[in-house]
């Protein structure tokens, strides 16, 4: 009696490789790279504080004039960070299940914390880009953001900005995000070049200080804002508070 043979499809082998383990590491990989290129497009946007209210709402406005645009990489970059983090906590509860127990105590002390904690930071900047899009994007958790104008008619982002980080809570909340977000990607980065197959005994430091580099440059470019709008290095025009 001969046996049939029947040979898996393309969506198949597809779906195959993206259950398989190197599949979601890489899936982890992609959408990870995505979204850091995002913050740090972010970043150099929101620095434009530091040029004064013009240069900023005029950036923003730009922005607004390109809906189809901005709001496709928002979607996209929001999915990302969904999926990433699903996937992320997949993996960690897969990782537990298959662990020998008697390779556990070995496999703690070799791990960095930054490893270890991974799902928890993933978690807390999940949360908070929640919480970001509700104050600042959809103007929810305060409304009256919504009626801030410029001179030349455009919404004050300029202005937003600096009354909610003129909160103390606020700022700190912001902070404690982005410290999360950079002790998050001290880990994300190299590994993310392991995942390539690029990390290795000889490049593992390299890599290790890469990660480390970008994710300091990132938190001090962040938290910059809030802290000079609480030392009122950046005030409302006309010097109001």
Not at 33 to 39: E, N, W
Not at 97 to 126: C, D, E, K, W
Request: with cysteine; glycine share 8%.
């Amino acid at each position: 009696m001969s046996t049939v043979q029947v040979s898996s499809g393309p969506a198949q082998t597809s779906s195959m490789v993206l259950s398989s383990s190197i599949g979601k590491k890489l899936f982890m990989a992609a959408t990870g790279l995505f979204m850091s290129l995002f913050v740090l497009g972010h970043l150099v946007g929101n620095l434009q504080i530091f040029l004064g209210q013009d240069q900023l709402n005029t950036y923003a406005q730009a922005l607004k004039d390109l809906p189809a645009l901005t709001w496709s990489v928002r979607t996209v970059m929001f999915i990302c960070l969904v999926l990433h983090v699903w996937r992320g906590i997949q993996l960690y509860f897969e990782n537990r299940a298959s662990r020998p127990v008697r390779y556990h105590v070995n496999a703690t002390v070799q791990a960095s914390l930054a490893s270890r904690t991974m799902i928890f930071t993933g978690i807390g900047i999940f949360l908070y880009v929640v919480y970001h899009l509700l104050h600042y994007t959809f103007i929810v958790t305060n409304p009256q953001y919504a009626g801030l104008h410029d001179a030349l008619g455009r919404h004050d982002v300029y202005s937003m900005v600096v009354l909610g980080f003129q909160n103390g809570w606020i700022s700190a909340v912001y902070v404690l995000a982005m410290l999360c977000l950079c002790y998050h990607l001290t880990h994300a980065i190299p590994s993310f070049f392991q995942t390539l197959g690029l990390n290795n005994d000889k490049t593992r430091l390299r890599f290790d200080i890469i990660g480390w580099l970008i994710a300091t440059v990132i938190f001090i470019g962040y938290t910059m804002i809030p802290v000079a709008v609480l030392l009122k290095l950046v005030i409302l025009p006309e010097g109001g508070m």
